[in-house]
């Protein structure tokens, strides 16, 4: 558990939108591989990444809320969507879109491997989560991992959507800007 | 005990268009805020947290009114009540409250509580403050009973429940009620 993480810059980078940028893990997180920009952007030498901790990667933004969720999702098998703020070997950091798949073996049916797949997010989008796992964070830090939870699942409540619409939601956001959804608000 | 603000008499103007938002555990305790609900109080967001509502509690508000409320939600049924809230400031700001009841899906017993408020129009208001006053001046001289008393032969007078009463009240009128039906039938 002891990951020495380096100090975060504050400077974002962008996360490549035409290349593949995955990577794959086993049971327990540990990275199996990664495609050439995952390493790439990581600022990580393929080898020092493989058989790492995913959460090498993990930016102390992030509130715990959401890997919380993640794991209890994933170890019972099933895919998850979640929004990353990831960091990188030399502090930078970089927001992705993820989308986690579960490989089961054929025969035993046991987990496997976790492959999880990035994509680029909208910049209001990133903007409107920021703000989210800021608050999040700030309730984790001042009252418990517990608190934390039910805040997102308030958050949630109040637009009256489960984590994965209010995810689906997020990857489609660019096109709630128009004109019929602000009248919509008005109602 | 809470230790609540003293209050000023001033009243804050609310934006008629947006809802102060709240999750609760059965107790009333505060599990989420949304964010105007913390620019309006001004409270933020981890003082509020696992802080019981009635935190906000105007000493001008009658028992009997949140006796109304908690009876009507513990036995599962939605209520729009009128209620006067305490900022932090020791400010105070009128709403109507409307809430979501949340159970458990495999006992089916209530988990939660969430509360969407919005300004209360001035004309319900109108009717509604004095009618306030004469249940808290009930309740201090003689006890809640009294003013449940007085609350229910003040209904029945007019006929209808208290949820009744309050959407007759804030129902829209004249050319805004025509607006809005012709706007609803747009969507």
């Not at chain 1, 327990?28 to 990667?57: D, M, N, W």
């Not at chain 2, 609310?14 to 620019?39: C, M, P, Q, R, W």
């Not at chain 2, 009841?101 to 509604?128: C, E, F, L």
């Amino acid at each position: 558990m002891n990951i020495l993480r380096p100090v975060p810059t504050g400077v974002e980078i962008k996360l490549p939108s035409e290349r593949l940028v995955m990577s794959k893990t086993d049971a327990t997180g540990g990275i199996v591989s990664a495609s050439q920009s995952f390493v790439e952007l990581s600022g990580y030498k393929e080898g020092e990444l493989i058989t790492s901790s995913h959460s090498l990667l993990k930016h102390p933004d992030m509130p715990k809320t959401i890997f919380k969720i993640l794991w209890d999702r994933l170890n019972r098998g099933l895919p998850i969507k979640l929004i990353v703020k990831n960091l990188t070997k030399c502090g930078n950091h970089y927001w992705a879109f993820t989308s986690i798949e579960v490989k089961r073996d054929r025969d035993t049916k046991e987990i496997r491997n976790f492959i999880a797949y990035r994509t680029p997010i909208a910049n209001h989008v990133k903007e409107s989560i920021a703000t989210l796992y800021r608050q999040i964070k700030e309730v984790e830090e001042k009252h418990s991992l517990e608190a934390g939870i039910n805040f997102l699942h308030g958050y949630l409540d109040e637009k009256r959507l489960g984590y994965d619409d209010f995810m689906e939601k997020m990857e489609n956001g660019a096109n709630e800007k128009g004109f019929l959804s602000k009248l919509k608000n008005i109602f | 005990m809470t230790q609540r603000p003293t209050p000023t008499g001033k009243e804050i103007r609310l934006d008629s268009k947006k809802h102060i938002v709240s999750k609760t555990d059965t107790k009333g305790n505060i599990l989420y805020a949304n964010d105007y609900f913390t620019e309006v109080s001004g409270y933020n967001k981890s003082e509020l947290i696992g802080t019981p509502h009635n935190i906000l509690r105007h000493p001008d508000m009658p028992k009997a009114i949140f006796k109304l409320m908690w009876d009507s939600i513990k036995s599962n049924q939605n209520i729009t009540a009128v209620v006067k809230n305490l900022a932090k400031s020791g400010d105070h700001y009128w709403i109507v409250t409307d809430f979501d009841i949340q159970k458990d899906p495999n006992t089916g017993a209530i988990k939660n509580y969430i509360a969407y408020r919005q300004a209360a129009p001035k004309k319900v208001v109108a009717v509604i403050e004095p009618l306030y006053k004469t249940l808290k001046e009930i309740e201090d001289k003689h006890d809640i009973e009294a003013s449940f008393e007085y609350l229910t032969g003040y209904l029945q007078e007019k006929n209808m429940g208290y949820h009744q009463f309050i959407e007759e009240l804030a129902k829209p009128t004249g050319m805004a009620a025509m607006f809005f039906e012709a706007m609803k039938k747009l969507f």
